[in-house]
DNA sequence: TCTGGGGTCCTAGGACCC
DNA sequence: TCTGGGGTCCTAGGACCC
């Protein structure tokens, strides 16, 4: 049995509990580089906004309908959904973080009424944190997910689903009458793991209600479309197919890529981003003890836009794994130079690392040159990873990153930011007599 | 004018081997 | 006229997730 703990409208209830002016209007949370919505509080739903719309396209409900925008401010919902996990992990013996927001329980050996004690939990969390969650119960991970979407929506619109299943719903608890009533209200789309082409093709069969999906033939699935969609299928059933991951898993590449604020055209500025993405991904490579085998690179004009178009890639594969911010910021300097064509207006770049492999297991190599000098530029790294995130996210960098600050052209816009209220002294809140 | 970022898994098809 | 069978590895692309 499993549990799904998820914050609702995540991003927009982390502002609302610095801002409680925010309470009941319409919200939402936007990208980097204040693209498109990410995250929209009921009352924007209610106003029509869509996930994933630009803002550009959005932005006169402001002025009509009162619709506040903010820009995504991370470090805030790192750290609330951190105190959001250490409580949601109080409903049973074992915790999966799955998202920023979300995180499945295992739920094996816990005694009593589950839905109490989910709605418990979610007293807590709201109490202490500030954040409102709806759990969602059942016998896999995929009719706990469903469960968690049963419980927002019956909260959310009244008369959906059954009142009592709002805010907290335990699948596992209803009459099969009743399960099945609720699998038949609940559209295919909602289904974890059924996106928008696998929704086509199932009503396209005549498939449209989670329930129809529950009742197919796992092996026909399979044949027709995938071991993937038979495993929702068989989860649909109540058989467990998908396991919790107690660790998370250690990441196979890791990435660091950005819209710019500004279109650019000339190298210099290219150089001055990829060499400050790839010195975030090399951090976050030795954050996990990885070294990569290949960094690649890439640059690519807006597709949105009406102009010469330009995209492209190159992986330069190293001499040997590194996760030396320096070899790492060589090699993609190296790639960028040999992919870049002057004359475009660029709107992304990025920086891929690929190959890792734990840094334990790095292959000895016979040194035909001189003593490794890898020990003291291990220690370097340590060093300059040590300063910042003492005195913050910049201070050491490498000397190709350029200078922060005005002459940037290609730093994201972030214009409607919020403080860092709970990782930065200087952003604390105060509170007035 | 303005359209995010970071991942995973699976499959099909090509290259290559004997 | 007639042109095998079986296997592995790699990559690109599709689909999904939040």
Redesign the pocket.
């Known amino acids: 049995m499993y549990a799904l703990v998820d914050g609702n409208n995540f991003y927009v209830s982390c502002e609302r509990v610095f801002r409680p002016s925010l309470v009941g209007r319409p919200v939402v949370v936007l990208?980097?580089?204040d693209?498109?919505a990410?995250a929209r509080s009921n009352e924007a739903r209610a106003l029509g906004v869509a996930m994933?719309v630009?803002?550009?396209e959005i932005?006169h409900l402001a002025e009509s309908s009162g619709l506040v925008a903010l820009s995504a401010n991370f470090a805030l919902y790192g750290d609330m959904s951190d105190r959001m996990m250490s409580l949601a992990a109080g409903m049973g013996p074992e915790q999966e973080i799955?998202?920023?927001?979300?995180s499945f329980i295992d739920l094996d050996g816990v005694r009593g009424c589950l839905a109490e004690r989910g709605h418990k939990v979610r007293d807590r969390i709201l109490q202490w944190v500030g954040i409102p969650c709806c759990v969602g119960i059942g016998t896999t991970k995929t009719l706990a997910?469903l469960a968690n979407y049963i419980a927002k929506t019956a909260e959310r619109k009244p008369g959906s689903y059954p009142a009592s299943l709002a805010q907290v719903c335990n699948l596992a608890a209803l009459t099969p009458s009743a399960l099945q009533a609720v699998l038949a209200a609940t559209e295919v789309r909602e289904?974890?793991?059924?996106?928008?082409?696998?929704?086509a093709q199932l009503k396209e069969g005549g498939i449209h209600t989670a329930l129809d999906l529950a009742r197919l033939d796992p092996a026909m699935v399979?044949r027709r479309w995938?071991?993937?969609l038979e495993r929702t299928v068989r989860e649909l059933q109540g058989l467990a197919c998908i396991a919790l991951e107690l660790a998370p898993?250690?990441?196979?590449?890791?990435?660091?890529?950005?819209?710019f604020g500004h279109?650019v055209t000339h190298l210099a500025d290219l150089g001055e981003a990829v060499t400050e993405f790839a010195s975030?991904a090399a951090h976050?490579v030795r954050q996990q003890g990885s070294l990569a085998g290949q960094v690649l690179v890439f640059i690519r004009t807006?597709p949105?836009?009406q102009q010469a178009q330009y995209s492209r890639s190159i992986s330069m594969p190293l001499r040997r794994p590194s996760a030396d911010t320096g070899v790492l910021v060589a090699a993609a300097l190296r790639g960028l130079r040999a992919i870049y064509r002057p004359g475009y207006e660029l709107?992304?770049a990025?920086v891929?690392l690929l190959e890792l492999q734990p840094s334990t297991v790095l292959q000895g190599e016979l040194e035909l040159q001189q003593e490794s000098a890898a020990p003291q530029r291990a220690r370097l790294m340590t060093a300059i990873d040590d300063l910042n995130q003492r005195y913050g996210r910049s201070t050491v960098v490498m000397a190709s990153a350029g200078l922060a600050g005005d002459r940037r052209v290609w730093t994201?816009k972030q214009e409607r930011r919020t403080p860092a209220y709970t990782t930065c002294w200087a952003d604390m809140p105060v509170a007035r007599a």
């Open positions: 990208s980097n580089n693209g498109c990410i994933g630009p803002w550009f932005e799955y998202s920023i927001d979300e997910k289904v974890w793991g059924v996106g928008r082409r696998i929704e399979r995938s071991v993937v898993a250690r990441k196979r590449e890791i990435a660091c890529t950005r819209s279109p975030r976050k807006s949105f836009r709107a992304r990025g891929m994201m």
